[in-house]
């Protein structure tokens, strides 16, 4: 377990601020998020397909899609602790529930609504069936997107189901089934070598949940 | 100026979330500031002096520690909007004074005492004046620590005059000074071309600001 501000005289330079963080081949730990997938996409094929001169635009492209995705996830969690990130979440209900009011009613469906809009004007989407955000090939940006739309979906059971019910999201929703369908993917989230939400980012709250 | 997202019929595949965005000479267009900064950085010397395969580590260390600035930059913007980023600061004026308070004592000294203990334990500090946080020479991480710090600085006068004072974050302290005093930045900084903060990222307001 990685401390909050981690030891250099045990890490290399530099410290960290706070997990996840990935040790690479070199030695050298990286640290956030959105750092360790843009430096390991492109080994996994998962930076998009673009060769030559293309490459590093497409990288920086699905690089972009990851930060607005994260962006959401961190929105998410900030809405269990609006004030502050080291009290307990009882200690902030009142402003949780007057931030989550705002986050159902605007913030999730102008990010489902930016990422459908993503899906639908991809000019590859007629043919590769609309569920990849860059190119026809899964992409870090589709992984994360999966990821977060899986969370919200565990916070907010009601909202996401009267979003999904106004069938405005569709490419959105097929996007999280064909990753969560995916060969490898599949087979791990029914492993039970996932971790169950908690008490982490994603945290189901009766009271912070509704249909609008 | 950018519409919050922008039409892909005007700006090519995909649309953007938010500005700001760059246009590159093949006529992509990147958004997302931390993508912006890690595309554009190897171009001109700010990713770190590294070359061969230490190239793509040195550049995803200086992209995390970018991304952790840019962790304060968003921290400092939620204390004055922290319920609803749609409503006036007035509407959730006493949310605010909460959630500034814990970022007062707890946030901002928990990142710039981050900051310092990159500083101090980069291993080129000793011979390089120890105001570069990757190396020996400027990196973007540097100039968004830089801006960041600037920023913060004009929200919360009283607050960073004691900090300053404590003597515990001379390093980043430093580093301010130092990257506000490099030719082209310094001349930029007196130009007038530079925005004045107001009603941004940064404001200030009598009431969220106080020593301790």
């Not at 750092?35 to 293309?54: C, Q, S």
């Not at 930016?114 to 992409?139: D, R």
């Given at each position: ?22 040790k ?12 360790i ?18 490459e ?36 902030q209900?009142?402003?949780?529930i ?35 955000l ?5 992409t ?38 064909r ?34």
């Amino acid at each position: 377990m990685f401390s909050t501000i981690i030891d250099p005289k045990n890490s290399g330079f530099p410290p960290h601020f706070a997990p996840p963080a990935l040790k690479l081949p070199s030695g050298r730990i990286i640290s956030q998020t959105p750092a360790i997938l843009n430096h390991v996409a492109p080994k996994f094929g998962l930076a998009g397909e673009k060769e030559g001169e293309d490459e590093e635009e497409a990288r920086s492209t699905v690089n972009q899609l990851v930060l607005t995705a994260l962006d959401l996830n961190n929105e998410t969690h900030d809405t269990h602790h609006p004030i502050d990130v080291g009290d307990y979440y009882a200690n902030q209900k009142e402003a949780a529930i007057a931030k989550t009011k705002a986050y159902r009613a605007s913030r999730l469906p102008k990010f489902l609504g930016y990422f459908e809009k993503v899906l639908e004007s991809n000019p590859e989407a007629k043919t590769n069936g609309g569920t990849y955000l860059v190119g026809s090939t899964t992409t870090t940006a589709d992984l994360v997107l999966f990821q977060v739309l899986d969370g919200v979906s565990f916070a907010f059971p009601r909202r996401i189901a009267a979003l999904k019910k106004s069938g405005k999201y569709d490419k959105v929703f097929a996007l999280k089934e064909r990753v969560g369908g995916e060969s490898g993917i599949k087979e791990y989230l029914t492993s039970g070598r996932r971790q169950k939400y908690s008490e982490g980012i994603f945290r189901h709250y009766e009271e912070l949940d509704g249909e609008e």
